[in-house]
């Protein structure tokens, strides 16, 4: 039973232009929600999280939207690098903030094309 | 940032051999430390929860005997694949929550384990 489900598995964009990636979850309870990025054979890096009481939070390049109702959440980079294509994953908190067991989506591959 | 590591980065040994891997926060204490595992191209699943001082938590249908945690001190967690076997081969993670500055979770650069 996947709780948290990235359905896109792969996405490409040029260079410049807006990259969006997408994240469903199934658990109401799940109130923190985080971003991270990963290369091969690499350990997944911290982008941004966001806190379920709010509805967006933003991070220089990187901006997370969180849709409650809809148990949706959208992560947004703007101009997008070359230097962005990894693996993205998102990942959800069932117990309450960032420090607590995580919960991965399948990851999104995104290709940033120069 | 905060700093995690992990060691060895690769093994590879024989099915039935015993295979430890250590998760070290640089910078910060963790009393807490989890284990993940990734197969290629899924997603990073849960396997444990480490504690220092006490008995790791394992997820639903991860064989505690099987693979053995111990948090040895409030820097070190260790991964031992007992009488490892080719479908124990995988990408394994450990992530530590640090709590006094960032409040975020640090993964380690993981450790790739084949088994033959």
């Known amino acids: 039973d996947q709780q948290v489900k990235q359905n896109s598995p792969s996405l490409s964009v040029q260079e410049g232009r807006i990259s969006i990636l997408n994240c469903d979850y199934t658990n109401s309870m799940f109130d923190y929600f985080l971003w991270y990025k990963k290369y091969p054979a690499e350990g997944p890096t911290f982008l941004i999280s966001?806190?379920?009481?709010?509805d967006k939070n933003e991070d220089g390049r990187f901006t997370v939207f969180l849709n409650k109702s809809a148990k949706h959440l959208s992560l947004h980079i703007v101009p997008s690098q070359p230097g962005d294509s990894a693996v993205y994953f998102c990942?959800?908190?069932?117990?309450?903030?960032?420090?607590?067991?995580?919960?991965f989506g399948t990851g999104t591959l995104l290709a940033v094309q120069p | 940032g905060a700093v995690v590591s992990q060691h060895p980065s690769w093994v590879i040994c024989k099915s039935g051999t015993s295979v430890k891997i250590e998760c070290r926060s640089l910078d910060f204490q963790a009393t807490t430390m989890f284990w993940y595992r990734q197969f290629p191209k899924q997603s990073l699943m849960l396997m444990a929860t480490?504690?220092?001082?006490?008995?790791?938590?394992?997820e639903q249908g991860v064989e505690k005997d099987k693979f053995l945690i111990n948090h040895a001190s409030l820097t070190l967690s260790t991964l031992t694949v007992t009488s490892a076997h080719p479908e124990d081969s995988s990408f394994y993670i450990c992530?530590?929550?640090?709590?006094?500055?960032?409040?975020?979770?640090?993964f380690g650069p993981g450790t790739r384990l084949t088994v033959l």
């Open positions: 990942a959800a908190s069932p117990y309450g903030g960032a420090t607590n067991k995580l919960i």
């Open positions: 966001i806190s379920s009481i709010k």
């Open positions: 992530s530590a929550p640090e709590l006094q500055g960032t409040d975020t979770q640090y």
């Open positions: 480490s504690n220092e001082g006490s008995k790791a938590t394992y």
